[in-house]
Each structure stands twice: as C-alpha cells, then as structure tokens.
C-alpha cells in the first residue's frame, strides 16, 4: 500500500460537487456586502479557498483542487511555500511595517541589490510599488520623463492593469469601454504577431503599422517615446511572439528613441523557463516590470531599469514625486528575498520548462482528435509553465465552461482571451507529474463536454 500523499502534492479529493454547501453560503454573505462588479456568483461558480499548499487548494467544503492557476500566476513556487512563510513570520516579529520612502526598512536595500542582480544592467536602480499596474504606472512616467515623449505603443491584446494610466495601455474594450472619457488618448495599438502558421504575413503588418506610428506618433498627434509589450501575452491566451518579432521591435524603438517597458508581471521570475522571458523571445527592453510571483504570495511589485534611463527623475528632495504607503513593505521584501533564494537555481527554471512541455504534449496527445479544423480546438501553445489552449469560438466564451467543467472535476483553470476563447493554465513548478497528468485528463475530459 502507498503512503498518503499530503496536502499539496494530492489528486483532487471532493466531498461535495463543488461549490458545496459552505462555499454557497458565503456567496450568499459576500453577495450582501462586496460590489456586484467584483466576484462572478453564480450556481456552480465559486468555491471559497480556506487553505492551500503547493499545487493544492481546499475549499470551505473540505474539498482538495489542484489549481492550475497558481492564484493568477503569484503561486510560481507552490502556495504557502516553507521558506516564504518562515520568513514572513521571522520578519512579522521584528518589523510588519516600515516607513517607506522616509525612513526605508532595511531589508528594501537587499531585496533591491537583488533586483538589480537579475535584471539584465549591472547599474539598474528600481522603484518598488505593491501591484502590477502600478509597476507599469511607473514605468511610462519613468519613459516619459526619459525621453520627453508622452505617446506610448501598445498591443492589441496587450493587459497591462487596471487602473487608469496603465488601462490606457491595456487594450480590452470591456476593461476600457466606461472609462474611455478618462483615459490618455496618447496611446496607440499595433497587432501582436503570433507564432505558428502566418507568421511572417503578419509580422510585415505589425510592422508596418509599428513603423507608421512610430514616425508620425498617436492618433492625437503625441510622439511615441515608450513600447511597452508582454514578451508573451498573458491574458490574451497565452500569446507567443513570431520568431524574430521581438528582436526587431527592440531595434526599431531604438531608432525611434523610444524606450522598450518589458511587462514581465506574468512572465517573470522564471514562469516562462528563464529568470526573464525576454531573453527568451529576443526583446531587449529599457525597462522592465515583475510583479506577481516576486513577492512569493504578498503584494510587491517592481519597475527595473538602468541608470541613465532611472536618473531621467529628479533626486529626492524631502517629497518623493512617486511614491506609496506600502512602498517597500518589509513583509513583502521578506517574502521576496525567499523567494527570490527559490527561483535563482537553475531547478526552478528547468521545471518550468519541462513541466510546460508535459502539460502541452499532453494537452496536444489527449485532444488530438479535436485538434482538426471543425474539431473544437484551434491550438495549445505557450512557453514555460504560461499555456494557453484555444477553443473554436462558437458558443458563448467557451473558455468559462470548460473552467466550469473542470471545477466540477477538481481543477481549477480560467478562461482568457478577448472572447474567453482559451482555456489558460499558470500552474506551480510544485505541481507534480502524477498531478499534471491527472489535471491533463480532466482538461480533455471537460473540453469534450464543451465542443
Ligand atoms: C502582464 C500583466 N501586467 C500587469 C498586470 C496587472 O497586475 P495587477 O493585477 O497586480 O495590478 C497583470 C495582471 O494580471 C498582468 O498579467
């Protein structure tokens, strides 16, 4: 007989067909007291999370998931990893709260002499900040000080946050749609040329329309003075760039005298099978934004970029022209420096490559059959442990079924793309092979369900 695996490294175990009784009844408390806008509640949507390890999530039900997910991609290591939460509760006795830019908790010094060590410039200061958009805030302040050019590029595609500087740049029409009298008309959008078949056809579009903006600049007449790109699309559906494209893009910016903002918030710290993905894909950017998986499960946030483009702000002199409360919050630098312990070796790396190349072999083996025109499946792609498999578009969002299906079964993915046309996982490196192979079953059971 073999040992009980613990909570963690589990198959899903479920008492109730989820959402179960428990989970029912907080919608019903949550329904009374949060925004409508905020939680979808529906009958078989959602189950409360009271516990999580590694790649297991445990309902208020008692019900065991394995999350493909990762909590939107912060998980990178396993939930709750041991390391992290050591030090958060080393760190929780001696300092919760710092004095952000005034009197800096020490620990800020170290976790930014790490920053810079990963990043690609051996000079790079950084800007700390808790969430992803208000990374990409800081960046296109950064690039437009840098330069004197407040126009931006951006993609189609693209998701880059959501409060109103950065969703200017984020190109959705149902994020943007009420709020379109708010946001900075400065920005422009160009297509996002994807691997596979038409490839090069479409990098010729996309760079002819890149070439024309940045020539003649924004619709409104504002000279572009930052591109900011995902090195691979996260909400869009796990979107790879053409070969080359990336490379490319970097150069003609150049020439442009536009700086490239690198938005790596997803792709960072490893998920895509390198520390940064844009090594990977070839961009050479002049910034660059992490965030989600740095802060090993708190809210940290970072925009990295050399000197000569970060000393484009003034020096402080007593009133910090960009700041925030929580600015470098020694809790979160704890967790960071942990985890940033974690993702350095090599292991991390390696097991977000080959664990991605297991799901999507296997993805690709067990929907085969489907994987024909007029079978359902239009393709799975991806790079590193960001993978995404694109449905036939028919129904209404076909990718919010199958996560329906797939909860129903104990796995936990989400839909994304513009139409909710893909099926996208950003799975754990902690995430076993035996879980793996179970979740890839499910998946192609609940996409049956499905198309
Ligand atoms: C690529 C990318 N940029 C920015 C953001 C925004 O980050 P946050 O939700 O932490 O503000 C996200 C979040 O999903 C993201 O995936």
Same mark, same amino acid.
């Given at each position: 007989?073999?040992?009980?695996?613990?909570?963690?490294?589990?198959?899903?175990?479920?008492?109730?067909?989820?959402?179960?009784?428990?989970?029912?009844?907080?919608?019903?408390?949550?329904?009374?007291?949060? %925004?409508?806008?905020?939680?979808?509640?529906?009958?078989?949507?959602?189950?409360?999370?009271?516990?999580?390890?590694?790649?297991?999530?445990?309902?208020?039900?008692?019900?065991?998931?394995?999350?493909?997910?990762?909590?939107?991609? +912060?998980?990178?290591?396993?939930?709750?990893?041991?390391?992290? +939460?050591?030090?958060?509760?080393?760190?929780?006795?001696?300092?919760?709260?710092?004095?952000?830019?005034?009197?800096?908790? %020490?620990?800020?010094?170290?976790?930014? $002499?790490?920053?810079?060590?990963?990043?690609?410039?051996?000079?790079?200061?950084?800007?700390?900040?808790?969430?992803?958009?208000?990374?990409?805030?800081?960046?296109?302040?950064?690039?437009?000080?840098?330069?004197?050019?407040?126009? #931006?590029?951006?993609?189609?595609?693209?998701?880059?946050?959501?409060?109103?500087?950065?969703?200017?740049?984020?190109?959705?029409?149902?994020?943007?749609?009420?709020?379109?009298?708010?946001?900075?008309?400065?920005?422009?959008?160009?297509?996002?040329?994807?691997?596979?078949?038409?490839?090069?056809?479409?990098?010729?579009?996309?760079?002819?329309?890149?070439?024309?903006?940045?020539?003649?600049?924004?619709?409104?007449?504002?000279?572009?003075?930052?591109?900011? #790109?995902?090195?691979?699309?996260?909400?869009?559906?796990?979107?790879?760039?053409?070969?080359?494209?990336?490379?490319?893009?970097?150069?003609?910016?150049?020439?442009?005298?536009?700086?490239?903002?690198?938005?790596?918030?997803?792709?960072?710290?490893?998920?895509?099978?390198?520390?940064?993905? %844009?090594?990977?894909?070839? &961009?050479?950017?002049?910034?660059?934004?992490?965030?989600?998986?740095?802060?090993?499960?708190?809210?940290?946030?970072?925009?990295?970029?050399?000197?000569?483009?970060?000393?484009?702000?003034?020096?402080?002199?007593?009133?910090?022209?960009?700041?925030?409360?929580?600015?470098?919050?020694?809790?979160?630098?704890?967790?960071?420096?942990?985890? &940033?312990?974690?993702?350095?070796?090599?292991?991390?790396?390696?097991?977000?490559?080959?664990?991605?190349?297991?799901?999507?072999?296997?993805?690709?083996?067990?929907?085969?059959?489907?994987?024909?025109?007029?079978?359902?499946?239009?393709?799975?792609?991806?790079?590193?442990?960001?993978?995404?498999? $694109?449905?036939?578009?028919?129904?209404?969002?076909?990718?919010?079924?199958?996560?329906?299906?797939?909860?129903?079964?104990?796995?936990?993915?989400?839909?994304?793309?513009?139409?909710? $046309?893909?099926?996208?996982?950003?799975?754990? +490196?902690?995430?076993?092979? $035996?879980?793996?192979?179970?979740?890839?079953?499910?998946?192609?059971?609940?996409?049956?369900?499905?198309?």
């Amino acid at each position: 007989m073999t040992a009980p695996r613990a909570f963690g490294w589990r198959l899903p175990e479920l008492r109730t067909p989820p959402p179960g009784p428990a989970s029912c009844a907080l919608a019903d408390r949550l329904r009374a007291v949060e %925004s409508r806008n905020v939680t979808y509640l529906a009958d078989d949507w959602p189950i409360f999370w009271q516990e999580a390890a590694g790649a297991n999530v445990r309902d208020a039900d008692g019900n065991v998931y394995i999350d493909l997910c990762a909590g939107f991609g +912060v998980a990178l290591l396993g939930h709750s990893h041991p390391s992290v +939460v050591a030090a958060i509760t080393e760190q929780a006795r001696r300092l919760v709260h710092g004095m952000g830019d005034v009197h800096p908790p %020490s620990l800020r010094v170290e976790l930014l $002499e790490r920053l810079r060590d990963l990043s690609p410039w051996r000079d790079a200061r950084a800007v700390l900040a808790s969430t992803g958009s208000e990374a990409v805030e800081i960046a296109l302040k950064t690039a437009q000080l840098a330069t004197g050019k407040p126009g #931006v590029l951006a993609f189609e595609g693209g998701y880059h946050g959501l409060t109103l500087g950065s969703l200017a740049t984020t190109a959705r029409s149902t994020f943007r749609g009420p709020f379109n009298a708010r946001l900075y008309p400065g920005v422009a959008f160009a297509p996002y040329p994807q691997a596979g078949p038409g490839a090069e056809a479409a990098v010729d579009a996309a760079f002819a329309r890149i070439r024309a903006l940045l020539r003649d600049g924004a619709p409104n007449g504002d000279a572009i003075g930052a591109v900011v #790109v995902e090195p691979v699309q996260g909400r869009a559906g796990a979107c790879v760039p053409a070969p080359g494209f990336m490379g490319a893009l970097s150069a003609l910016a150049r020439e442009a005298d536009a700086l490239v903002i690198a938005d790596e918030i997803l792709t960072g710290m490893g998920r895509c099978g390198a520390m940064l993905a %844009s090594e990977r894909v070839g &961009l050479e950017p002049d910034l660059v934004c992490v965030g989600k998986a740095l802060g090993g499960g708190l809210p940290l946030s970072a925009c990295i970029a050399p000197r000569a483009v970060m000393d484009a702000w003034p020096p402080s002199e007593g009133e910090a022209v960009h700041t925030s409360t929580f600015l470098g919050h020694p809790l979160a630098c704890a967790a960071a420096l942990a985890a &940033l312990d974690r993702y350095g070796p090599e292991s991390v790396l390696a097991r977000s490559e080959a664990l991605g190349t297991r799901l999507r072999e296997g993805l690709s083996e067990g929907l085969a059959g489907r994987l024909s025109p007029g079978g359902g499946v239009r393709q799975v792609r991806g790079l590193g442990l960001l993978v995404g498999i $694109e449905l036939a578009t028919d129904g209404p969002a076909p990718g919010a079924s199958v996560a329906g299906e797939a909860l129903k079964r104990g796995v936990i993915v989400l839909p994304a793309g513009e139409q909710g $046309e893909v099926v996208e996982l950003t799975p754990s +490196v902690a995430l076993t092979d $035996e879980q793996a192979d179970h979740a890839v079953e499910v998946l192609v059971k609940a996409i049956g369900e499905v198309v």
